[in-house]
T-cell receptor, first 117, second 114 residues
Framework: AQTVTQSQPEMSVQEAETVTLSCTYD???????LFWYKQPPSRQMILVIR??????QNATENRFSVNFQKAAKSFSLKISDSQLGDAAMYFC??????????????FGQGTRLTINP | GAGVSQSPSNKVTEKGKDVELRCDPI?????LYWYRQRLGQGLEFLIY????????KSGLPSDRFSAERTGESVSTLTIQRTQQEDSAVYLC????????????FGPGTRLLVL
């Protein structure tokens, strides 16, 4: 079974600076999808960024980018120019690309990010 | 367009009572998922619906948990004889046809069993 590990329960960063959140995963599959979701106090899970394992290029979305190291099974999230609105729980998630059956997401335990003004 | 909606937002119940949670997926989304999030934890998969196919119930923690979905519309998650360990946030997500599509989440229902 796939597992996702986030080793940093909490992180903090000064506003406007850069922070990196770590995520590692374990799988025997060669093709899969990886995601970072943000969960503010409103509880709504918001997709931040996604990466297809077959793509070598790291995904980027504005101030958010990932460092995908497939051999190391590592998928870190970098937030540049941190803003107060980035404060939230961040979850790393894995999903199999199987056609049949549940495309369930397997989540890490989360990292609580605090932005200091 | 409208996102995934869930009701109620919060539910407090007494141990032993049954509860029903509702999820309205994004219109046109064929896939629907239920997840559970215990306090300070990540999300755990409960059940998956895809069109008219048999649901994947592999994540349901006990036979007190059940869920239904009619076609590609509303889904209800029912917990019978609630226990204190059922206290959690229950999140619903929907997506277009997997596997490529992203799951979009609702705001969740916070369940507290006293």
């Amino acid at each position: 079974a796939q597992t996702v590990t986030q080793s940093q329960p909490e992180m903090s960063v000064q506003e406007a600076e850069t922070v990196t959140l770590s995520c590692t995963y374990d799988t025997s599959e060669s093709d899969y999808y990886l995601f970072w979701y943000k969960q503010p106090p409103s509880r709504q899970m918001i997709l931040v960024i996604r990466q297809e394992a077959y793509k070598q290029q790291n995904a980027t979305e504005n101030r958010f980018s990932v460092n995908f190291q497939k051999a190391a099974k590592s998928f870190s999230l970098k937030i540049s120019d941190s803003q107060l609105g980035d404060a939230a729980m961040y979850f790393c998630a894995y999903r199999t690309p199987r056609i049949q059956g549940a495309q369930k997401l397997v989540f890490g335990q989360g990292t609580r990010l605090t932005i200091n003004p | 367009g409208a996102g995934v909606s869930q009701s109620p937002s919060n539910k407090v119940t007494e141990k032993g009572k049954d509860v029903e949670l509702r999820c309205d997926p994004i219109s046109g989304h064929t896939a629907l998922y239920w997840y559970r999030q215990r306090l300070g934890q990540g999300l755990e998969f409960l059940i998956y619906f895809q069109g008219n196919s048999a649901p994947d119930k592999s994540g349901l923690p006990s036979d007190r948990f059940s869920a239904e979905r009619t076609g590609e519309s509303v889904s209800t998650l029912t917990i019978q004889r609630t226990q204190q360990e059922d206290s959690a946030v229950y999140l619903c997500a929907s997506s277009l046809l997997p596997p490529q599509e992203t799951q979009y989440f609702g705001p969740g229902t916070r369940l507290l069993v006293l």
